[in-house]
T-cell receptor, first 114, second 112 residues
Framework: DGGITQSPKYLFRKEGQNVTLSCEQNLNHDAMYWYRQDPGQGLRLIYYSQIVNDFQKGDIAEGYSVSREKKESFPLTVTSAQKNPTAFYLC?????????????FGPGTRLTVL | KQEVTQIPAALSVPEGENLVLNCSFTDSAIYNLQWFRQDPGKGLTSLLLIQSSQREQTSGRLNASLDKSSGRSTLYIAASQPGDSATYLCAVRPEAGTALIFGKGTTLSVSS
């Protein structure tokens, strides 16, 4: 069953902690993306990766970090430098960053700062 | 900078009605446009993808049109059903290899 999985579904962070959100896909897609969604807002791009071992900052990368060591995995770390991390985080992938690039999304992780 | 706007922010209709959701974008030089559906607390489901060279795409009761020159796209939903209740998001890709830029969505409620 092909798709994108995100874990955990809910995550709670204390002030000053780093947390890592998992995103895995078995679609054999080259490109992967992380978005943040706040209530009443559109999705905003945090980071994206077009290929293994390569990634680019999006519009709101400050306070976040990523890695892309494997094609199927694109974990997002929310660091203590991110001052307002409470949000819904969505991971996405597309077959490539090129011509046919319909984007597919995972189910999301809701992060709450205590 | 490309901006995407969706109006109205919310829409309520009775079951069976045909309806149109609107999406506008400020820069007509786009690579493609994608419509998504999002149920509360869930991820996004891709509905339709329109390449810049296309005028429309259809899937079942859904039809999406694209007019690049005017910076507009519409999503037409025929014979609406309560199960269509969700938030509908429009997103444009400025160039190949770039990520999507999203509107804030239209929340649709279909009453039985």
């Amino acid at each position: 069953d092909g798709g994108i999985t995100q874990s955990p579904k809910y995550l709670f962070r204390k002030e000053g902690q780093n947390v890592t959100l998992s995103c895995e896909q078995n679609l054999n897609h080259d490109a992967m993306y992380w978005y943040r969604q706040d209530p009443g807002q559109g999705l905003r791009l945090i980071y994206y990766s077009q290929i293994v071992n390569d990634f680019q900052k999006g519009d709101i990368a400050e306070g976040y970090s990523v890695s892309r060591e494997k094609k199927e995995s694109f974990p997002l770390t929310v660091t203590s430098a991110q001052k307002n991390p409470t949000a819904f985080y969505l991971c996405a992938s597309s077959i490539s960053a090129g011509w046919y690039n319909e984007q597919f999304f995972g189910p999301g992780t809701r992060l709450t700062v205590l | 900078k490309q901006e995407v706007t969706q109006i109205p922010a919310a829409l309520s209709v009775p079951e069976g009605e045909n309806l149109v959701l609107n999406c506008s974008f400020t820069d007509s030089a786009i690579y493609n446009l994608q419509w998504f559906r999002q149920d509360p607390g869930k991820g996004l489901t891709s509905l339709l993808l329109i390449q810049s060279s296309q005028r429309e795409q259809t899937s079942g009761r859904l039809n999406a049109s694209l007019d690049k020159s005017s910076g507009r796209s519409t999503l037409y939903i025929a014979a609406s059903q309560p199960g269509d209740s969700a938030t509908y998001l429009c997103a444009v890709r400025p160039e190949a290899g770039t990520a999507l830029i999203f509107g804030k969505g239209t929340t649709l409620s279909v009453s039985s």
